[in-house]
């Protein structure tokens, strides 16, 4: 089995796509999204694309498999929603644990059978920690600046939750991704850090930040040289960006990173912007031809797709990345 802080070392490691864009091909009705489980469940869960670990396992290990075979080093498990925070809009906070377990087993069984076929090129399970619907760092009341929607503490509680349950599900890695509020962010960290300290294990956390706004800053309002040094305290794998904003626009907000850190630097970005629909445009092609420039200038170690991507965006970056190795030591 490979060793992930070894590989990167090596060489620059694609992570999979996005896995909503994939699941959205499906079109599952309620029923399907209900599967045998929750037959009878009280609310509607049609757009609960986490619980199809659970109802719809074979086509999760169907998009996992997919990525791989594009040539993806890391999948990410299909957990980004899978908080009892974010699941309270389904009443489905009792089932946090067997989400992130089941989702956590299903890419292992993938990502391992990959490995087996070709040890030289292991694969890797990261399991993704999503932001939650609601922020520490600010009132979602206009006239009530004080109020906050979720404390720290609330916070840190669903976290660890979701985090033993992934690990106990196999998982190689933690991503912490798509972090709008650092606050949030922190208390995902901070649980890590007890579940680690009260195992005696050491597991590589991945932290992504995501740029909202032309201005380039987070959410709560920080730059990407202010989101790297409130982190800086963690031992981390990597640290980067993701979502919000296409290829282009990402790339000053990783030159900082890459400037102001000596850790190795992450992107995962949209298929360029969405449209009038939401939908996202970008080709595979299109995308490629913009990280090529994040290959040129040696930014990051580890590249692959959020929304609109599909297995082939990574197949093409996987295509570019693959007779580079990483430039400079760490």
């Known amino acids: 089995m490979g060793n992930i802080k070894e590989e990167i070392q090596k060489r620059i490691l694609v992570l999979d796509g996005a896995m909503g864009t994939m699941i959205q091909q499906y079109r599952f009705s ?13 609310v509607s869960v049609k757009g609960n694309n986490d619980m199809l670990s659970i109802t719809q396992p074979q086509a999760i290990k ?3 498999r997919k990525y791989l075979e594009a040539g993806a080093d890391i999948i990410e498990t299909n957990t980004f929603s899978s908080t009892t925070i974010a699941m309270a809009d389904y009443e489905m906070e009792d089932y946090v644990y067997e989400l992130n377990y089941q989702s956590a087993k299903i890419a292992k069984e993938v990502a391992d059978e990959f490995t087996a076929k070709n ?33 720290f503490n609330d916070l840190k509680a669903a976290y660890k939750q979701q985090t033993e349950a992934l690990l106990d599900g196999g998982v190689d890695i933690l991503l912490v991704e798509t972090v ?48 790297l040094i409130s982190v800086s305290h963690i031992p981390l794998l990597s640290i980067g960006f993701n979502c ?3 290829a282009n626009q990402l790339t000053p907000h990783l030159e900082v990173l890459a400037r102001k850190s000596n850790l190795p630097v992450s992107a995962h970005p949209n298929a360029g912007l969405p449209n009038a629909f939401g939908e996202y445009d970008e080709t595979p092609e299109e995308m490629a031809a913009q990280i090529k420039t994040y290959l040129d200038k040696h930014l990051v170690r580890i590249i692959g797709g959020c929304c609109g991507t599909t297995p082939a965006h990574i197949k093409a970056i996987a295509d570019l990345v693959s ?6 030591g760490i």
């Open 119 to 151: 040890p030289a090129k292991p694969r890797f399970v990261a399991g993704a920690i999503g932001p939650t619907n609601k922020t520490a760092s600010m009132s979602p009341k206009v006239n009530d600046p004080g109020f906050r929607a979720v404390t």
């Open 244 to 246: 919000a904003l296409g």
């Open 62 to 64: 169907e998009i996992h």
């Open 30 to 42: 309620e029923e399907e999204y209900r599967g045998e489980q929750f037959k009878d469940f009280h």
């Open 323 to 328: 007779p580079l190795t990483p430039k400079g």
């Open 180 to 227: 709008f509020d650092t606050l949030n962010a922190k208390a995902a960290l901070f649980a890590i850090e007890e579940v680690k300290e009260e195992r005696n294990i050491d597991v590589p956390i991945m932290l992504s930040g995501t740029i909202t706004d032309a201005s380039g800053r987070t959410l709560s309002g920080q730059t990407a040289e202010a989101f």
